[in-house]
């Protein structure tokens, strides 16, 4: 049975981190969202055509609030998921039509290692913190990049944030 747009929007709550961003123009920084009334955030990461040696990366933070109060690396990711091609409206491109899951040793940085090699291409980034994951006392965190170079390459960050304690979904930008 099809799943409505209604169930998935009483089932997770989406924010925006920022939208349509050039990666090259300067650091960019996301929102902060609050974990305090969820059980995971999905960081989604959608990006254009920039060149090969500008490779955009997933940076995770973590904080004690939405204010970024005691902000802080959180080296935790040890997988994402991607989609990455020329066009990703391929439905012809295998590579396209599925995730590729990359592993690597626990970093506040996704994709690292072997695996950063994706800026020649429109690409899709799934990343997924666990509440569990935080440290004591941290309930916010926020996805950030930096200057990739001087190619203009352009991205949405959005958040989905799932599993809510709560019957009516809670909102995901305060604490």
Known sequence: ????????????????????????????VGDWVSLARFDRVHILLITSIGIATEDPQIHVE???DVAGTSAANLAVITKG???????LTDSTDLEVQLFTRATQA???LF?????????????ITLVTIEKSQLTVGATAIRAKFADVGATEQRATLLYLLEGPSE???PTAIID
């Open 62 to 64: 973590e904080a004690d």
């Open 81 to 87: 998921d991607m989609k990455q091609g020329v066009d």
């Open 167 to 169: 019957l009516v979904m």
């Open 111 to 123: 994709p690292s290692g072997a695996n950063i090699a994706h800026g020649e291409e429109q690409s």
């Open 1 to 28: 049975m099809p799943v409505s747009t209604r169930d998935l929007a009483d089932r997770i709550q989406f924010a925006v981190g920022f939208i349509h961003a050039d990666l090259a123009a300067a650091a960019q």
């Open 106 to 108: 626990a970093s506040h």
